[in-house]
T-cell receptor, first 112, second 112 residues
Framework: QKEVEQNSGPLSVPEGAIASLNCTYS??????FFWYRQYSGKSPELIMF????GDKEDGRFTAQLNKASQYVSLLIRDSQPSDSATYLC????????????FGSGTRLSIRP | DAMVIQNPRYQVTQFGKPVTLSCSQT?????MYWYQQKSSQAPKLLFH???????NEADTPDNFQSRRPNTSFCFLDIRSPGLGDAAMYLC???????????FGSGTRLTVV
């Protein structure tokens, strides 16, 4: 059974600080890694994807991948109240059309 | 704008009464997926179509069926909804060369 594990939270972070979200996965053959943001009652929205070991930065977001440790993380710098949401880690295969397995998400709360 | 559209946004159905949820896309993506998401849980893949090829997940109940009459449309049929089928149903699309999925806004199903 392929699994994606996340701490459910809630993770509470003061406004302006760095939020760090973590994820582990069980399938060593996984090749594509995604972070989705989901506001309550809404559908997931893709915010980052990463395919290679190391860091990938996009604005305030940095995704980090360590395939040897089967570990993916998301850093959010200068956290804003609008970042309060559930963050879903998702893991897929080689093809971008491969099916993706989702974690159950970490609920992030940014306190003013 | 190119997008994935799900109708209706909210659906109330009676216990045991067949219901159909619809999804359409203007992205011309090859792959369409149906996920079920219950509160505070990971989206769970029910099935997906790669073009006309149907792929059912092993643990998807027989009560759930799907149709894809053409590239643009995909339907989820629940033959005899039970109380346990109340959930958010998410349609998503992807294609070789895209990164991650594009989700529709979801249909919230209530069974009474």
């Amino acid at each position: 059974q392929k699994e994606v594990e996340q701490n459910s939270g809630p993770l509470s972070v003061p406004e302006g600080a760095i939020a760090s979200l973590n994820c582990t996965y069980s399938d060593r053959g996984s090749q594509s890694f995604f972070w989705y943001r989901q506001y309550s009652g809404k559908s997931p929205e893709l915010i980052m994807f990463i395919y290679s070991n190391g860091d990938k930065e996009d604005g305030r977001f940095t995704a980090q991948l360590n395939k040897a440790s089967q570990y993916v993380s998301l850093l959010i710098r200068d956290s804003q109240p609008s970042d309060s949401a559930t963050y879903l880690c998702a893991v897929g295969g080689y093809s971008s059309a491969s099916k993706i397995i989702f974690g159950s998400g970490t609920r992030l709360s940014i306190r003013p | 704008d190119a997008m994935v559209i799900q109708n209706p946004r909210y659906q109330v159905t009676q216990f045991g009464k067949p219901v159909t949820l619809s999804c359409s896309q203007t992205l011309n993506h090859n792959v369409m997926y149906w996920y079920q998401q219950k509160s505070s849980q990971a989206p769970k893949l029910l099935f997906h179509y790669y073009d006309k090829d149907f792929n059912n997940e092993a643990d998807t109940p027989d009560n759930f069926q799907s149709r894809r009459p053409n590239t643009s449309f995909c339907f989820l049929d629940i033959r005899s909804p039970g109380l346990g089928d109340a959930a958010m149903y998410l349609c998503a699309t992807s294609s070789p060369g895209t990164s991650g999925y594009t989700f529709g806004s979801g249909t919230r199903l209530t069974v009474v």
